[in-house]
């Protein structure tokens, strides 16, 4: 009797999800309403100076600064309201001064300015296309009051003798350094290095690094893996809150220009996010 009612029972509710009265109306989803050009890139003046290890790339030859003012003449026709790049947040005033003698034509001028001022994506792209989109200011993201205890990770997976987990780290690392060195190698020019590290296999191989690999580390009274993944996650989450909170009724398109790995993750938050849409540096050079 009671699997006679168990059965009569299910077949009720079968029949009521399927019946057409019963059946709520989908949910709406809003239509994507803000566009985010987002740019992952390498460090133009430091390539080595993440875990992993890169030559470098002139920046400053007669190449690459004709790329740059491709890249950036294409980028002022897709007309961003605003441009975010990794700096501190709070050291906005510093750069905010900055791009002041940029839009003077007194920058590079300036003896006093390091590799670092001369050569950097920030200086070299951002705020070029600033310039050319007629913007009053780039915006800093960077959230750097993080700690990432890569070399303690590595000692407790050491010290666990976990050593699959330990080649699965050393083999992606090496995957990452080994790549992008060999394309340098090929004379790969600066878009196509760029088109690489947002490809959607490097993405992917960056999220698996940052965001699951390290939760395998150690044992079940040992978080440092996990501890370093919520850093990570916390970052990226703040840098995108910055973003969010810098973004006027107005603004329908705007740039984001940060390491590779952090747009890896950031295009996470924005694939989830129906108010929002990514655009690549592919279709905005329309290729």
């Known amino acids: 009797m009671i699997k006679k009612i168990r059965f009569s029972l299910i077949i009720v509710l079968v029949f009521a999800s399927c019946n057409p009265k019963t059946q709520q109306p989908e949910a709406q989803q809003p239509q994507n309403t803000k566009q985010a050009l987002l740019i992952g890139t390498f460090h133009y003046n430091n390539p ?55 839009l003077e034509d007194t920058y590079f001028t300036n003896d006093s300015l390091s590799d670092f001022y001369v050569k950097n994506e920030i200086f070299q792209l951002a705020f070029r296309v600033a310039k050319k989109v007629g913007l009053k200011s780039v915006q800093a993201v960077d959230y750097q009051h993080t700690d990432f205890p890569f070399d303690s990770l590595m000692t407790v997976i050491e010290n666990s003798k976990q050593d699959h987990l330990q080649s699965q780290i050393e083999e992606t690392i090496t995957y990452f350094t080994e790549g992008f060195n060999s394309k340098i190698k090929q004379g790969s020019t600066l878009m196509d290095l760029t088109y690489y590290l947002n490809s959607e296999e490097l993405r992917k191989r960056s999220n698996e690094f940052h965001t699951q690999v390290p939760l395998k580390a150690g044992g079940k009274d040992n978080f440092v893996g996990a501890h370093l993944t919520a850093e990570w996650y916390r970052r990226n989450l703040f840098m995108w809150s910055l973003v969010e909170k810098s973004i006027s009724n107005k603004d329908e398109r705007i740039m984001l220009l940060l390491g590779a790995s952090h747009i890896a993750l950031i295009k996470d938050f924005i694939d989830k996010n129906p108010n929002w849409s990514a655009v690549e540096l592919q279709e905005v050079m329309g290729q």
């Open 48 to 102: 080595g100076a993440d875990v992993a290890q890169t030559k470098s790339f002139d920046i400053l030859n007669e190449s690459a600064q004709a790329e740059l003012e491709q890249i950036s003449e294409k980028i002022k026709a897709y007309q961003p309201d605003q441009v975010f790049v990794e700096w501190p947040y709070d050291e906005q005033q510093e750069l905010d001064s900055l791009y002041q003698l940029y």
